[in-house]
């Protein structure tokens, strides 16, 4: 069904370094994005024609997502967001190609991707109040709300995680469950909705929650 | 007291998991309503004002990502059961 990923091979031969389909996977996708970057933004001109309008069109769209939430800095976290729309969206669909797995099938990627917005969410709002000021702003309003608010806070990377792991596990995990009792074409048109739609408005939902954790720790 | 074998212990335990992971995906209607609630809200808001169409639809979303954790972490219980 869905037997998480499989270890292929062992790094330099040793045992506690193995190397997983899902780090091969991820890598692959990782240098077909530059490849695709590359070729996109390939020969800019000031009046966009052909393929670079495809990309001022993602860019401005993930731009308008940011300004709002993040007033006067859309520039800055651009790139940042970007890239986990991009990496994620892209991971989720070459789920679609028969016999690959998808990279975010597996809890270490979505888990990793987390941790780094945790990281960066956490960096900033130190950087924006101060270490000792941010570490005030958790005892807020009452200094008896300090376990909870840390508690809380804790949750943000493992809920952030588990939503996009148990989204595509999930919808894995039924087109299986339909594979086996109704083979054929049957199942074909399911995969527009679990790998298709799913696995892009996971996307664009893992980096507006990226976006929100990023705009509570600032202010 | 009935004594029983090794075999049928393990047996007893993979069922009552499958039975457990049924159960645990109950959680799902609570999300599934305040979802729902939120959506249609916001629709509402946005007939009312249609101009401010982005924002609504920025929140509601945000809202429903909150509170759809809780049916996740259900999904993801009711997965760890059924392999474990």
């Known amino acids: ?219 | 007291m009935i004594e029983f074998s090794p075999g049928t212990i393990e047996m007893i335990i993979r069922s009552v998991s499958v039975i457990a992971a049924g159960l645990a995906l109950i959680a799902g209607v609570g999300p599934g309503i305040g979802m729902g609630y939120a959506a249609g809200k916001a629709t509402s808001g946005v007939r009312r004002q249609p101009e401010a169409r982005g924002a609504i639809v920025t929140t509601m979303l945000l809202g429903q990502i909150i509170s759809g954790s809780t049916g996740i972490y259900s999904l993801v219980i009711a997965i760890y059961l059924v392999f474990a």
């Open chain 1, 1 to 219: 069904m869905n037997p998480g990923p499989q270890t292929i091979t062992h790094l330099f031969g040793k045992s506690y370094l193995p190397v997983t389909d899902t780090l091969i996977i991820g890598w692959v996708s990782v240098i077909l994005i530059i490849i695709l970057a590359k070729y996109l933004t390939s020969d800019l001109k000031l009046r966009p024609e052909g393929k670079q309008n495809i990309a001022e069109l993602f860019i401005t769209a993930v731009y308008d997502q940011i300004e709002p939430m993040i007033e006067g800095e859309g520039w800055k976290f651009l790139p940042f967001i970007a890239t986990i729309f991009i990496y994620i969206g892209f991971s989720n669909l070459i789920g679609l190609v028969p016999g690959v797995p998808s990279p975010t099938a597996d809890l270490n990627t979505t888990l990793g991707l987390a941790l780094v917005v945790f990281l960066v969410s956490h960096f900033e709002g130190m950087r924006d109040k101060g270490i000792w000021g941010y570490i005030k702003s958790f005892g807020q309003p009452v200094i008896f709300l300090l376990p909870l608010n840390v508690v809380g806070e804790l949750a943000k990377p493992i809920s952030h995680s588990f939503r996009l792991f148990g989204n595509i596990v999930g919808g894995g995990i039924i087109i299986t469950l339909i594979y086996q009792a109704a083979p054929g074409l049957i199942p074909v048109p399911l995969h527009a909705w679990f790998d298709l739609f799913i696995g892009l408005i996971q996307a664009l939902i893992f980096g507006m929650v990226a976006i929100a954790y990023i705009a509570v720790a600032k202010q």
